[in-house]
């Protein structure tokens, strides 16, 4: 690990404007995902400002009927808040599947926003990335891409959006609050939040520099049932091959997203305007233009089984 100075800041605007006038620092909360780049010296921060006292780990009513979810609320307690279980269903179930009980117990809301990929060729210093060192090209590209994305790529990367909760707030339709190092803030849908790759993939988001999330805000319960399935290589502590987030209303109508598919939450809502016609209607529209490798061309018939199984539980 390279050396790094440290401080810790005690408001959201400072801390912003430390990082925005710092090239190469960091902010740092949880860490869960940070720290292990920077052992492998995949990340190499010269600064880090942690974040960890800054008043955002509370959830709280909204006036419109939501909740507005502190950026450093941990997993476990968001996944254990009698309000989200009770009307965000799909949302406790995301977060649960994810990591390990130890990670939830640090990892922060925000965190989970800026996981990093789990490419392999991302993480071996050895190999080409463009994601990590831009223009030295994608190693993933003709090589091994199991994990790797199916649509939302580019001739530059091919790699996924690894997470398990912003799958969740995708179909929630959530909103991701920042702000700067000048005290402006800023409200981001989150469906614009995350990037696809294009010819920019060291780029995963449409933060600027220094910008800091405080919140996330979840707009009124939807209602209805909510699912998520995730199928992994192995029962727990594993990224998702395929994963579905999905709220079906009694009548057959609803809301689905996916993860492990492409470099962002992917949701179609012209797919899932056919949610009554059956799942494979639903992904063969979610899946329009994918070019899946040989690697991973059974992520496609798998997305449609897993829905499958949303669809028969809902009816159940």
């Given amino acids: 690990m390279k050396a790094f100075t440290y401080e810790r800041a005690s408001d959201p605007a400072a801390a912003a404007r430390i990082v925005a006038a710092k090239p190469g620092a960091k902010f740092i909360a949880g860490g869960t995902n940070l720290l292990d780049l920077m052992k ?28 507005r979810i502190g950026a450093l609320v941990s997993n476990t307690q968001l996944a254990a808040d009698e309000r989200v279980r009770r009307d965000y269903g799909v949302l406790t179930r995301a977060t649960v599947a994810g990591a390990s009980g130890q990670l939830r117990n640090k990892a922060s809301t925000a965190g989970n926003l800026l996981q990093r990929t789990r490419c392999p060729y991302f993480y071996d210093t050895n190999m080409p990335c463009n994601k990590r060192k831009p223009g030295t090209g994608c190693g993933a590209i003709g090589g091994y891409s199991r994990q790797l994305a199916v649509i939302g790529g580019s001739d530059k990367c091919i790699a996924t959006f690894p997470g398990d909760m912003p799958v969740a707030l995708r179909v929630l339709d959530a909103v991701v609050e920042t702000i700067n190092g000048q005290g402006q803030r800023r409200s981001i849908p989150i469906a614009d939040f995350h990037r696809l790759w294009g010819d920019r993939p060291e780029q995963d988001t449409v933060l600027k520099p220094g ?16 699912f998520y399935e995730k199928v992994r290589d192995r029962a727990s502590y594993a990224f998702a091959l395929v994963s579905v987030a999905a709220v079906i209303q009694p009548d057959g109508t609803g809301r689905v997203a996916f993860g492990g598919v492409a470099p962002k939450p992917w949701r179609v809502p012209e797919a899932e305007a056919l949610l009554p016609r059956g799942a494979a209607a639903v992904t063969a529209r979610a899946f329009q233009g994918a070019t899946p490798t ?20 809902a009816k159940a």
């Fill in 40 to 67: 492998i010296e995949v990340e190499t921060p010269v600064h880090l400002v942690d974040v960890q006292d800054l008043d955002l780990q509370r959830i709280e009513n909204t006036d419109g009927g939501g909740l």
């Fill in 211 to 226: 910008e800091l999330i405080t919140h996330v805000v979840l707009p009124r319960p939807l209602g209805g049932k909510h």
């Fill in 294 to 313: 040989s690697d991973n061309a059974f992520k496609l018939p798998l997305a449609t089984r897993a829905l499958v199984s949303v669809i028969a539980q």
